[in-house]
């Protein structure tokens, strides 16, 4: 069953987890085969992982409340074995798997190790998994990421995790649902504790949403294509445990963003200069400024900030911190985008940055850079306008170093947006990096 070759998840869609029911590494991978993932190329993959014992993965059909879900166990002859979390990670690297497979396997289990860690007070490198070491583990999280990548790699989110009350035994002894690895992994998502007894979200479920997937807003408007669902090993229970995987378009935008507004009437406005480059430092797109009548006819302004989700609690903190507001409003908004670029051309003044935007219809637009534009005049001595006026009629000649034809690389945005990048990416250096 399930034999036959996948077929990659086609640009546009996406797949949302929907993990109320339950969610395991076997889940998962269950529901993976039912998009169309092949197991048997994830049983060849995963059989080539040094040192693991031998195993076959049976993919069946059963029925959970009058519905029909797929289900998949790892069949292991040998002795379950213990391993050390570096022990995981040389079989992954020394493994023939695909360059991002490793990486994004290595990084699940790299998060789990660093969960155990925590809650045993030992660095990751010394932490010993019991039942994640097992074999069937291993295929499962390792094999999840093989089907992600016979399914083309399609974005996943997450919607918020339902966590189940009660005890589960672990090798530790008898602990609390949700278990502490999970719970751990889980900061930063969005949680909510159910009356369902046992355990809903186990570890390994847990550490694969946190390394492959985003939480996704409940305001994002998406358009289902497909449901699949696929069950785990409890039976009998009032909560079916099941995990609903929905294969989905992307409707009307193509992410969304924070956008973070706040209103100032008794701030001196020589500062806002400083405030607005500190706020593009770290990690802004966009801040601009309104100016407004306000409360006893004052003068103010407002001061809006777009930015990613992984930036907002810096830019909420800078807010805060540099300018005399007491309360900011944060709301998320739809960005569709052009696929862009950036081209040197030639003019007579010598060579200029030029931003490339592509309509749906194929035609290109083009804008100067401003800042290339405005050194070229200084160093020339010429009005800018000649400068723009040659730049926009000139053709590209050489594509900038590190941007990939016909995608919105990092650095794209102009010189500004360069140089927020390479803030971002000096701070994930100075703190170690995550992955």
Request: glycine content about 12%.
């Amino acid at each position: 069953m399930n034999g036959r070759p996948a077929q990659p998840i086609g640009g546009g869609r996406m797949i949302v987890v929907d993990p109320t029911s339950g969610l395991s590494g076997d889940m998962f991978l269950a529901g993976l085969f039912a998009l169309g993932a092949s197991r048997a190329r994830v049983e060849r993959e995963v059989s080539g992982l040094r040192g693991l014992e031998p195993f076959r993965i049976v993919f069946g059909r059963v029925k959970r409340h009058g519905i029909v879900a797929g289900r998949a166990r790892v069949v292991c002859e040998a002795a379950a074995k213990h391993r050390h979390l570096g022990d995981i990670l040389d079989m992954i690297e020394r493994s023939r798997l695909d360059g991002r497979v490793k990486e994004l396997a290595a990084g699940a289990f790299e998060l789990l190790g660093r969960a155990e860690g925590a809650i045993h007070g030992l660095p990751a490198s010394r932490v010993h998994f019991h039942e994640v070491g097992a074999v069937d583990s291993i295929v499962d999280m390792v094999g999840a990421v093989v089907a992600l990548s016979d399914l083309g790699f399609p974005p996943i989110y997450h919607r918020p995790f339902l966590l189940g009350s009660g005890t589960v035994r672990t090798a530790h002894g008898v602990l609390p649902v949700p278990a502490p690895a999970t719970i751990e992994l889980l900061k930063g998502r969005t949680v909510r504790f159910g009356a369902s007894m046992g355990e809903v979200v186990t570890p390994t479920g847990a550490a694969l949403m946190k390394a492959l997937a985003k939480e996704i807003s409940p305001l994002r408007p998406i358009r289902p294509r497909r449901v699949v669902y696929a069950a785990g090993t409890r039976a009998e229970s009032e909560n079916p445990g099941m995990l609903r995987l929905i294969e989905a378009e992307r409707a009307a935008f193509e992410r969304e963003i924070f956008c973070v507004r706040t209103s100032i009437d008794d701030m001196n406005p020589e500062l806002y200069q400083h405030v607005q480059e500190l706020l593009f430092e770290r990690g802004a797109i966009e801040v601009y400024l309104t100016q407004l009548v306000m409360k006893k006819g004052r003068p103010g302004v407002l001061v809006t900030v777009l930015c990613e989700p992984a930036s907002l609690e810096e830019v909420i903190d800078t807010l805060f911190g540099e300018t005399t507001t007491l309360g900011v409003r944060v709301s998320t908004e739809g960005r569709a985008e052009l696929e862009r670029w950036t081209e040197t051309v030639p003019t007579s003044f010598g060579e200029v940055t030029v931003k490339r935007g592509r309509l749906p219809d194929g035609t290109v637009k083009s804008a100067p850079e401003y800042e290339s534009c405005k050194g070229i005049a200084r160093r020339k001595g010429v009005p800018i306008g000649r400068v723009y006026d040659e730049a926009r009629a000139a053709k590209g000649t050489a594509r900038r170093a590190g941007v990939p034809k016909g995608k919105a690389a990092e650095g794209t945005r102009g010189s500004r947006g360069t140089a927020r990048a390479a803030a971002r990416s000096g701070k994930k250096r100075r703190k170690g990096g995550s992955r």
